[in-house]
């Protein structure tokens, strides 16, 4: 039971316009049930737990919560570790690269300096 005065809901609707809706309930009892009902449906669980959304629902949901955000935060881990890898990887070739192009510089000097023969083979 709820404690303090609890008011019959009396809804001032004109007859034109419900016409096609059912008809109120007779009793107060099955009139000021309706409010009490449809308070349950709009009720947010996040911040009041009732008696269809328990503690324990509520602990269930935060801890599914965690388990999707610890998910999302290591797939978002491992794109950060590939997409880094990928740089250095980029770089890495891109040294290499420079590195044998300097090199068969510094031999086409060498070959011109000396005079080197060229063998094919």
Known sequence: MIPGGVR???PALDNATCRDRPALPAKGDERSAFPVALGIALSGHDLTPDFLHTHQDKREQLRRKRITGTIF??????LSALIALHLFFITAHKKIR???TVWIKNWQELIKIFRLPISSR
């Open 73 to 78: 935060l290591a797939g978002v881990m491992i």
């Open 8 to 10: 019959i809901f009396q």
């Open 98 to 100: 420079l590195c044998k």
